[in-house]
């Protein structure tokens, strides 16, 4: 195996690698590749580009519109008719064939571009070392080996191994759904570790967000992560959904009876003496009055006025069928963030060591009070120590508010906005201290470091350094503790104390964020690290939540009324996701075992199968776990919708019975692999589509029933006719016209 194919056979193993075996296996260096070995490569991989998605074409279309049994005997009655010299009902009858062949097909011809969508998201161009100087090339023209220079603003071009990096972070969140842009180091990475955590890694078609680096590339078009993603949607396709095998299943039903009685019939009048013509003519109107005609179009109309109705409650239908195959859901596996709950971090305490208050309103409401813990807000004033930290929660932090009619609207992270929202409610005068305080100098957050912080102007004289961010970290920086607006040394059993109320806070599922101060005695504008890793002064805590919408809560119950399941799926915690699925009413207190992404790792599909029947909450879980989890659902025999919005949700999207797709914050990726668009990203949609679902399969059923019972009239009309000696009372022509046009006003 030569170098590059090594290369291509160690594709999962680029993170684990140093970087002297890296360029080894690369036959790559710093200087980048010659011109030479570049149309080797080309030669050798291909392109860079994701595969085009296969057209069909519309031969293809129209001939597999034509593969039914209920066709095959309209042809047939057709033919008859053109071989006993009635050309109009013969041509009628390929008429009615041609309309509905055309409906079907322009329906499949609407299928979803998610394979398009993913070509979509590829880099233009990219800057690449070649020969030892930088060039700018077409992205398809890069090769495994090929050394990527990097800046704020670009896109990707291909997957990539970090070899340089300063202040380089890059926007993951359509891949991994991880919000904050990640911080990229070079380095070794733990061979297990997810593909959100592979900080020494870039992917194809993710944005860098700040600073530059140079990476080199390990995998180009299909074997890239978006690659990766693109062979899974194109295997997943689409299955009939269950209206599709009910009518598969009553066209050869219909078409069999049909012929069946049309022979018989046949059979019987030659041995009752008719002439051969016209018993012929008896039997083409007996085949024709087998089969309902008018079934596709209604069918069609009936699904259309269904997906009004859902388009009306923000439920975008894509894929006329799944109005459908809603009504038939067994099971909804829903996210958490932002579907079940709001995506509206909540402060819903502030912890001093002096004591707790209790912040009342949730999301982004205007209305709310900060009141001690047991003591309802009387105008009374706050403690010095709370007025502290809520001083930190305003100055250090990046985020702002616009007032609206009923609350505020936030430009920045939901963490930060709920900080700036519960000093809000504080009643803090806000423009006052920012004249008061102004900043002065930041350390910004990083993943790495777990904390932000600030510089401001001291009311005292000097500066004061203001921190907020992870309790662990922040508290390990801390020497001090504010206690009733005195500073005093933190001791073990103070240490203790602040542990203690962040573990209580977290085991209730809450986020918590730390906040400390150090003054500098200086004039300084310059902040470091080293002045805010040392020498803190513990103030405070902040306890937050994202709450489970109140409609969602209903909802749940709604569809658990119905006999619907529902699941959540969320790479959260387990604790966390545990509590909100207890608050919306997915588990119940004393139920409501969680199953993690390791917990699937380390099962058999089998195993899994089994599990998915009875755990309804999956934590900690990638976008490749939604997909085990969606099959052995189905393996089960569940009819089921998942919900969905990055980029790597594509696959379990169009695998599903449903996909359902988040208008709001989804990705154009996850909106084309999905048959349904959540206009407003809310849980309670979803339960309304089912409930509109549910309605519009009854309604069908209707139509089924009065159309083959109006048909079994018209058998019964012809027989009788033939069995009392009577002449042909019914042609194809007036067949198809009572089937048509007066069943389809009708119905």
């Known amino acids: 195996m030569n170098m590059v194919d090594e290369a291509k056979a160690a594709h999962d193993l680029w993170h684990t690698q140093s970087e002297q075996a890296l360029f080894q296996k690369l036959g790559s260096g710093e200087q980048g590749l010659q011109t030479v070995e570049v149309r080797h490569r080309l030669e050798k991989f291909g392109r860079n580009a994701l595969e085009a998605e296969e057209t069909v074409s519309v031969v293809k279309l129209v001939a597999k519109q034509l593969h039914s049994p209920l066709i095959y005997l309209l042809l047939g009655a057709a033919a008859l008719s053109l071989a006993t010299g009635h050309a109009i009902d013969a041509a009628v009858i390929a008429g009615v064939v041609l309309l509905n062949t055309i409906l079907g097909a322009s329906q499949e011809y609407k299928a979803g571009r998610a394979l398009g969508a993913l070509r979509e998201l590829a880099a233009p161009h990219a800057k690449v070392i070649r020969d030892g100087r930088e060039v700018e090339i077409h992205s398809e023209e890069i090769v495994p080996g090929d050394i990527l220079s990097l800046e704020t603003g670009d896109l990707v071009g291909a997957d990539a191994r970090v070899i340089q990096g300063v202040e380089l972070h890059a926007n993951e969140s359509a891949l991994t759904g991880e919000v904050e842009p990640v911080h990229k180091v070079p380095g070794v990475v733990e061979a297990d570790s997810p593909l959100a955590e592979r900080r020494n890694m870039v992917w194809m078609s993710t944005a860098v967000t700040a600073g530059r680096g140079r990476v080199v590339v390990v995998g180009t078009g299909m074997d890239t992560e978006l690659g990766r993603i693109a062979g899974q949607v194109r295997q997943a396709g689409r299955e009939q959904t269950p209206l599709q095998r ?53 069918i069609s109309v009936t699904l259309a006025l269904g997906v009004q109705r859902m388009a009306r409650r923000n439920a975008i239908i894509r894929h006329l069928p799944a109005v459908e ?26 912890w001093t060591p002096a004591g707790t208050y209790v912040v009342t309103g949730s999301g982004l409401e205007a209305t709310g009070e900060v009141h001690p813990e047991g003591e309802p807000d009387q105008g009374g004033e706050l403690s010095d120590d709370i007025r502290t930290l809520l001083r930190i929660g305003l100055l250090c932090n990046n985020a702002s508010l616009a007032r609206q009619d009923d609350g505020w609207s936030i430009m920045g992270t939901p963490t930060e906005g709920a900080i700036l929202i519960a000093a809000h409610k504080a009643r803090m005068d ?66 203790a104390q602040i542990e203690a109320a962040n573990q209580g806070f977290a085991g209730q599922a809450l986020r918590v964020v730390a906040g400390a101060i150090r003054p500098l005695p200086r004039e300084s504008e310059e902040l470091k690290r080293e002045d805010i890793e040392e020498g803190l002064v513990f103030v405070g805590l902040w306890a937050m939540v994202d709450p489970p919408r109140p409609e969602a809560i209903q909802a749940v119950a709604d569809a658990q009324g119905a006999g619907i399941r529902v699941v959540m799926i969320t790479g959260d915690h387990a604790v966390t996701a545990q509590a909100i699925a207890r608050q919306a009413g997915i588990i119940g207190d004393d139920s409501g075992k969680v199953l993690t992404g390791r917990d699937i790792d380390a099962m058999t599909p089998e195993q899994l199968q089994e599990r998915v029947k009875s755990v309804s909450v999956f934590a900690r879980v990638s976008p490749a776990h939604k997909l085990q989890i969606l099959r052995a659902m189905k393996a089960n025999g569940e009819i089921v919708a998942m919900t969905g919005d990055g980029v790597n949700d594509a696959p379990a999207l169009k695998g599903a019975d449903i996909g359902v797709a988040m208008g709001r914050g989804g990705t154009e990726v996850a909106k084309e692999a999905a048959d349904m668009v959540l206009a407003d990203d809310d849980f309670a949609t979803i339960v309304y589509a089912v409930e509109d679902g549910r309605v519009t399969f009854s309604n069908l059923q209707r139509v089924v029933f009065f159309l083959i019972t109006t048909n079994l009239g018209e058998i019964i009309t012809l027989v009788a006719a033939l069995m009392i000696g009577l002449p042909l009372p019914l042609t194809a022509i007036m067949i198809l016209w009572i089937n048509l046009v007066t069943d389809g006003a009708c119905t």
Request: include cysteine; hydrophobic fraction near 50%.
């Open 246 to 298: 009910r009518m598969a299943r009553l066209g050869v039903i219909l078409g069999a009876a049909g012929v069946g009685l049309a022979v018989l019939i046949f059979l019987l009048g030659l041995l009752r003496g008719y002439e051969l013509v016209e018993m012929l003519l008896f039997a083409v109107a007996v085949a024709v009055s087998a089969i309902p005609e008018g079934l596709p179009a209604v």
């Open 430 to 495: 806000v423009e006052e201290l920012f004249g008061a305080q102004p900043r002065l100098a930041e350390v910004p957050f990083s993943s790495e470091h777990k904390y932000m912080a600030t510089l401001h102007s001291a009311q005292t004289g000097g500066t004061v350094a203001m921190v907020k961010g992870a309790p662990d970290r922040v508290l390990g920086f801390c020497t001090h503790v504010l206690i009733e607006g005195q500073t005093v040394d933190l001791t073990d059993e103070r240490r």
């Open 325 to 350: 195959t809603l009504g038939s859901t067994t099971v909804i596996c829903s996210d958490k963030t932002g579907t079940i709950t709001r995506n509206e971090m909540t402060v819903t305490a502030l």
